[in-house]
């Protein structure tokens, strides 16, 4: 889409969901949470910053981040998702884009993700290069439902705009 001054803008949309396990650390928005169980998955499993990646690359119409950083490639094993997103900015550049904002919403029981916000943000913009005050994120239960509510489970979407 042209805006009225001739800037090209698109939106890309993200989601990202992970087991959780007892014993695990808990990694969102680059930030350890003091909890009993964490995300498992291949990278840190950083739910959070999965789902802004999916949005940027989606809205680049560059994939998603399975074909980019697969989990049958060890050079991921373990790496910190803040490492993929600066891969996912550097792509995009690539390709004319800058980064406008993202705003994210989490989906868990516990624990409360409140106190941990301006870390994540922080974290976030440092990789981006996006101002804090462009970064949106909130959290949401699932009202005690299904896995999320039973705590098996997190889930992340992310919505973000381009430009260029």
């Known amino acids: ?7 090209k803008i698109k939106v890309g949309f993200g989601f990202d969901v992970h087991q959780m396990k007892e014993g695990h650390p808990f990694i969102v928005g680059g930030v350890q949470l003091e909890h009993h169980a964490g995300a498992f998955g291949h990278s840190d499993a950083d739910v959070l910053v999965h789902a802004i990646c999916d949005a940027i690359l989606g809205a680049a119409n560059l994939g998603d981040i399975g074909l980019h950083f697969p989990n ?3 050079r991921w094993k373990g790496v910190s ?3 993929l997103l600066e891969e996912c900015v550097r792509l995009i550049s690539e390709k004319g884009w800058s980064l406008g904002n993202i705003d994210a919403m989490l989906v868990l029981e516990a624990p409360k993700i409140k106190p941990y916000i301006p870390a994540m943000r922080k974290n976030i913009a440092a990789v981006t290069g ?3 005050e ?5 959290a949401t239960t699932n009202e005690t439902m299904g896995f999320i509510g039973r ?3 997190v889930v992340a979407y992310a919505v973000c705009l ?3």
């Open 72 to 74: 049958t490639d060890m």
């Open 81 to 83: 998702s803040l490492v």
């Open 151 to 153: 705590q098996e489970g």
């Open 130 to 132: 996006l101002e804090e």
């Open 1 to 7: 889409m042209l805006t009225s001054s001739g800037m």
């Open 134 to 138: 462009d970064i949106s994120i909130k």
């Open 162 to 164: 381009i430009q260029k």
